[in-house]
């Protein structure tokens, strides 16, 4: 947020600071639903029955888009909008299984992790060892 538009809200009233809080809610909301229609054109323009006869690849690796009975989309669509938007394509409620992993497990105990096994990890980056 700009100190211009934080200077504007100290000037304001109580009724002035809710009008603005309306605006702002209402363009937030209009950019939402901007963002589906947005989702869907890159939905059916990812739709493996849109694509070139020769993106068979393509058509074989195709995923539902969301829950079952929605229609099929490429691999990687979702995750090439998601990443424009700033999302995953598998966050729900504001919250990415991802994040929630890397928060929750200890790092020894995810898959793949190299911290915690003798003799591996990152160079400068290991725990400090106890003195002996």
Same mark, same amino acid.
């Given at each position: 947020? =700009?100190?211009?538009? @934080?200077? *504007? @809200? %100290? *000037?304001? !009233?109580?009724?002035d600071v809710l009008s603005f809080a309306t605006t702002r809610h209402e363009t937030r909301l209009q950019a *939402? %639903? *901007? @963002? @589906?229609? /947005?989702a869907y054109q890159w939905a059916v323009l990812h739709n493996p029955d849109a694509l070139a006869p020769f993106s068979k690849r393509a058509a074989d690796r195709a %995923? $539902?888009? !969301? /829950?079952a !009975?929605? $229609?099929l989309i490429t691999e990687y669509a979702a995750a090439a909008f998601g990443a424009r938007i700033q999302t995953t $394509? =598998? /966050? %729900?409620n504001g919250s990415s299984p991802m994040r929630w992993t890397s928060t929750t497990a200890s790092p020894a105990s995810r898959p793949g992790s190299l911290r915690g096994r003798s003799g591996s990890g990152t160079p400068g980056m290991s725990r400090p060892r106890r003195a002996t």
């Open positions: 947020m =700009s100190n211009r538009v @934080l200077d *504007e @809200l %100290r *000037e304001m !009233g109580k009724t *939402e %639903r *901007e @963002l @589906l229609a /947005a %995923r $539902p888009a !969301g /829950a !009975g929605t $229609p $394509p =598998s /966050a %729900r």
